[in-house]
């Protein structure tokens, strides 16, 4: 009886000895022809090792949130007349989604507009105290530009002996009675000016409360304030709303959105903005997106001794969702490795071993496959990153793993 003995190259001593246990058992006796004949081969797929990218990188759980919502209130009391969208709809910044019958009655407008009536018609009767004042002023002001012409010519005949002193006294004091009457004039014209002023700033002010009347009365159309999806709406049709109560809908832009993420203080040297991070559905495992570190906090939480980082992710499909549950796998380092396919892991024993391609045919000139040990390191993707065991080059078996055996034939498929 013949034993052969296979031992892996380049394996560590852990890695040697249980190559050396898997080799002796998957070898046995070849006494008889029959044992010369060839074997059936098994089809297999084969992949050539290549040096790959590989990464260190640590995953943490967190929940998405949209990089901006903006609850919509209402902005006067009344029952909701229409609603023109759907909860899920997509948005844009200034549509109308809603319309409002405000809670206003007419008597309050009309109100408003007979006091319009009665400021302007005090308006005009201001106006025309004012030309009346104006028309006294001009009146005093002509008799007494007659007097100031008369007096001098008085005197001159009172001096010539023409006309009597008694006469001349009549005159001036005529001239100081009118002089008097231009100033009492003027303060006339003063004084309905100012009411002329009054009167205006009322028609303005009665205007206005008209204006503001009117908008209550006429419905309000509800706006989008930003473009997004429409989230549930918590009101319906015919809903009594006022100003500054619980919103009347929601609207979320989705195109972004951010992960907040606490990361242990023990990696603070490591952390940095720019860093990649990639999202991992938490049930099958698949990467949803890829983002950055756009904040690194500058201080620590004292009660878990965390950092708090935000990470940004593009979401063109919306297939992420505000609130969402997700893993976040940071990534610190990259550098050349080996990656294998987690399908072409085998465990024995609770250690990892693949199906590696002899480097010489057996007797019949069979390719055949050895049960060989490896150290895996983390997953990336669908595939473990090798520590030890294999090398660039090295050939393995990635499909029909639980048909083979330590020594088998293989059919290589292309």
């Known amino acids: 009886m013949r034993i052969q003995l296979t031992v892996q190259r380049r394996l560590s001593p852990f890695l040697l000895g249980t190559a050396l246990s898997i080799s002796l058992l998957g070898t046995g006796c070849r006494s008889t022809p029959e044992a010369n ?128 002193q008694l006469r001349l006294d009549e005159i001036l004091q005529e001239q100081v009675v009118s002089r008097n009457n231009l100033i009492t004039a003027g303060e006339q014209v003063a004084a309905a000016e100012i009411a002329l002023a009054q009167a205006e700033d009322s028609i303005r002010q009665a205007q206005a409360q008209a204006d503001a009347s009117l908008v209550s ?19 319906k049709l015919g809903d009594f709303v006022s100003t500054g109560q619980t919103a009347v809908a929601k609207v979320a832009q989705m195109e972004a959105l951010f992960l907040n993420i606490e990361v242990p203080s023990n990696r603070s040297m490591q952390l940095r903005t720019g860093l990649t991070v990639e999202l991992i559905d938490p049930t099958s495992k698949e990467q949803l997106a890829t983002g950055s ?17 935000k990470a940004r992710f593009r979401n063109p499909d919306g297939n992420l969702r505000d609130g969402q549950n997700v893993q976040a ?41 050895r049960l060989s040990p490896v150290e895996l390191g983390a997953i990336q993707g669908n595939s473990y990153q090798v520590m030890a065991g294999l090398e660039a080059g090295d050939r393995i078996a990635v499909s029909n793993i639980l048909k083979l055996r330590d020594g088998v034939p293989i059919q290589p498929e292309s």
């Open 37 to 164: 004949a060839a074997i059936p081969s098994i089809p297999v797929k084969l992949e050539t090792l290549q040096t790959a990218t590989t990464q260190e990188s640590s995953e943490f759980v967190g929940n998405l949130e949209a990089v901006q919502i903006v609850e919509i209130l209402p902005e006067s009391n009344g029952r909701i007349e229409q609603i023109l969208v759907e909860p899920g709809q997509e948005v844009d910044a200034g549509q109308v989604i809603m319309v409002i019958k405000p809670d206003q009655s007419l008597p309050d407008y009309e109100a408003a507009l007979a006091a319009v009536d009665i400021a302007t018609k005090e308006h005009e009767n201001a106006l025309k105290q004012l030309d009346i004042a104006k028309a006294k002023q001009d009146s005093a002001s002509s008799e007494l530009e007659l007097y100031d012409t008369y007096v001098p010519s008085a005197q001159m005949l009172v001096e010539e002996g023409a006309l009597e």
């Open 329 to 369: 796998r940071i990534i610190w380092e990259t550098q050349p490795g080996l990656l294998i396919p987690t399908t072409a892991i085998s465990q024995v024993g609770g250690k990892s071993f693949v199906f590696l391609v002899d480097d010489e045919p057996n007797e019949n000139e069979q390719e055949v496959v």
């Open 217 to 235: 009365v006429q419905f309000k159309e509800v706006y989008a304030p930003i473009s997004g999806v429409l989230d549930d709406l918590p009101v």
């Open 293 to 309: 570190l756009t904040f690194v906090s500058p201080t620590v939480n004292t009660e878990g001794q965390t950092i708090l980082t």
